[in-house]
Each structure stands twice: as structure tokens, then as C-alpha cells.
């Protein structure tokens, strides 16, 4: 029997290959494993807690369900769908709210890491998301959610709000499982020390960056003193950084890379890392805008998905209304 998996991400612009590396390609590659019941989720609810722009926002919702299909993410096989479409979400969220202590929400790290990037707006969906992503996760009888090891500590969230649910009002929810990802920290071009954020456009590659841009951003990449191309992060951060890009866009070793590059200059590796990376993805260029050229399919896509992830949703809320006492 398949398990249940459950991810998503946030439609908050356009996605860079550090959302691609550590999340997007491993959600293809379980997709086709053939060995999990699917849920790739569109969370413009967990969104709103930074950017609340009605102008902008229908626009990032399509952009991103068009990434999800352009890097292979496949309606036929998984469940693709947009968060606010299914109710569930937010009424088990309030439900849970009703038994997360606030302890268990002060103690969250990520919570004081948003509120430094956006000082000017620290609201309580900011405070109170960790429990929206719970019930993200239990809505589906989710067993695993595949992240990064710094977000254990929101699957410990699920575990524990799934647990006090069950031991207060009888078996309900399942506790999920981290399926722990290899997320290679993808780091700025700008500068090797800072991980690659949008905020800095220059430090970063967009996955439907032009072949041309590629080329300019990465010629223009931070590298280090010095002419010998070697893998060497605590010496050379600069270089050691296109070199483990060049080896994760290749499936290749970054010590293998260097050797490989070993008698050339800066220029002609990084020309040679341009051209890997904009091969990569030009298939996802062209299907990519394919997408965006019609956007009633695009809604079609995620209204079928929605309504397949609502039915579950609200099967399992029934189920908990009665538990509670509020089914009549």
C-alpha cells in the first residue's frame, strides 16, 4: 500500500535553483518512484503572512502551478492543487489552535528568523503558521513529508499536536515522518556565505532565467584571489561554490569537477557552468511559457486537483467535527 505524502510551497514570486535543488527535483523524483499517494500543495495561505498584495498575488498562484508542471510535477499521478481552494485547512487549523499550547509556538526558531526579515510586519499569522502546516500535513493521513533537517522541528509540531488530538478525543490523525532529503545549501553568487534569496536577484538563478542572464550573473559571481580552480570551500568559498553547482546540475563529485577544470581559467568554467545550467532547464523555459499562455488550463489543473484534495479533506473533517461534538 502506498503512503501518503504531503509538501508545498508558497506562491511568493518566482522560484530560484535553490528551490529547485532542494525541493522541486526531489518532489519529480518521489512522484515517479511510483511509491507514494502524492500531495503537492499551493500554500497561498501561508503566503499571506508576508505579503498580502491582491494585485499581485493570482498572478504568483499561476506562476508557481506552472513551475510545479514545467519541471515534471504530473496531474496524472499527483494531486496538485491550491490550499484556500480546500476549507479544511483553515477550520482544522483554528480546531488545533484550540490545544497547541503557546509554548510550543514561542520555542519555534523560524518564527523569529521571519520576524527579523520583515520587522515591519510582524503579524500573528507569522506567529500562528507552524499550526496551519500541521494541518496542512494531518488533513491527508500524511505519513511522510519530505524535508530538510531544519525543518524537523515542525514535523515534531505534527507529531505532537497529532498525539494530544488522538489521546484527548480518540484516534484521529496519523503522526508524520520527516523524510529526510539531501538539500544541498545552495549559497548567493553575490556571496558565498549568505544562501541564495531572491531579495538579491544578482546573487541568484532563476529557473526561468534566459540563457544570456545565466551567463551574466554567473561571469559575474563572486570567485576568489588566486587563478587554480580547486574545491576548497574554506579557502576558495567563492569558487567552491560554482563548483558545487556545476556538480549538482551534473550528478557529479565537487572534488571531480575541480580536477576536471584543473588547467583552465575562471572564465571558461564559468562559461562551462553557464551553458550546463541553461541547458538544464531549457525544456522547462519553453513548457513554461507554453503554461503561462493559457491560464484557464492552468485554473482547470489546480480546480481538479483542489476538488480531489477537498473531498479527502472533507471526509476527514467530518470525522473530526464528530469527535469534538460539533456534528449534530
Known amino acids: 500500500m502506498k503512503q501518503t505524502l ?10 530560484h535553483i535553490g528551490n529547485y535543488l532542494g525541493a522541486l527535483k526531489n518532489f519529480v523524483d518521489l512522484q515517479n518512484s511510483g511509491g507514494y499517494n502524492c500531495y503537492f500543495c499551493i500554500v497561498d495561505l501561508h503566503s499571506l503572512s508576508g505579503d498580502l498584495d491582491p494585485k499581485t498575488k493570482p498572478m504568483q498562484i499561476l506562476d508557481l502551478a506552472a513551475d510545479f508542471l514545467a519541471v515534471g510535477l504530473d496531474p496524472k499521478k499527483s494531486i496538485i492543487f491550491q490550499q484556500s481552494q480546500v476549507p479544511g485547512h483553515s477550520e482544522l487549523t483554528w480546531i488545533l489552535n484550540s490545544i497547541t499550547p503557546m509554548g510550543e509556538l ?13 520587522a515591519t510586519n510582524i503579524n500573528v499569522g507569522l506567529f500562528d503558521y507552524p499550526v496551519l502546516m500541521v494541518a496542512d500535513v494531518i488533513l491527508y493521513d500524511t505519513r511522510v513529508v519530505p524535508v530538510g533537517d531544519d525543518q524537523l522541528q515542525h514535523i515534531e509540531l505534527m507529531r505532537t499536536l497529532s498525539r494530544k488530538f488522538n489521546t484527548r478525543f480518540g484516534q484521529t490523525f496519523i503522526e508524520p515522518k520527516a523524510l529526510l532529503t539531501k538539500t544541498p545549501r545552495v549559497m548567493s553568487l553575490k556571496d558565498p556565505h549568505k544562501k541564495m534569496s531572491k531579495s538579491v536577484p544578482d546573487g541568484c538563478l532563476f529557473l526561468d532565467d534566459s540563457p544570456e542572464i545565466i551567463k551574466s550573473k554567473i561571469a559575474r559571481a563572486m570567485t576568489d584571489s588566486g587563478s587554480e580552480i580547486v574545491y576548497d570551500p574554506e579557502r576558495k568559498p567563492g569558487l567552491s561554490n560554482l563548483i558545487e553547482l556545476y556538480a549538482a546540475f551534473t550528478d557529479d563529485d565537487p572534488k571531480s569537477v575541480a580536477k576536471k577544470f584543473a588547467d583552465q581559467q575562471y572564465s571558461i568554467f564559468k562559461n562551462k557552468l553557464a551553458e550546463v545550467v541553461a541547458e538544464h532547464f531549457a525544456e522547462f523555459r519553453t513548457r513554461k511559457e507554453e503554461l503561462l499562455s493559457d491560464p484557464a488550463k492552468l485554473i482547470k489543473i489546480l480546480d481538479a486537483g483542489s476538488k480531489k484534495a477537498n473531498a479527502v479533506a472533507e471526509e476527514k473533517m467530518a470525522d473530526v467535527k464528530k469527535k469534538i461534538g460539533l456534528a449534530l
Open 6 to 15: 504531503f509538501s508545498g510551497i508558497q506562491p511568493t514570486g518566482k522560484l
Open 106 to 118: 514561542e520555542r519555534m526558531t523560524q518564527f523569529k528568523d521571519k520576524s527579523e526579515r520583515q
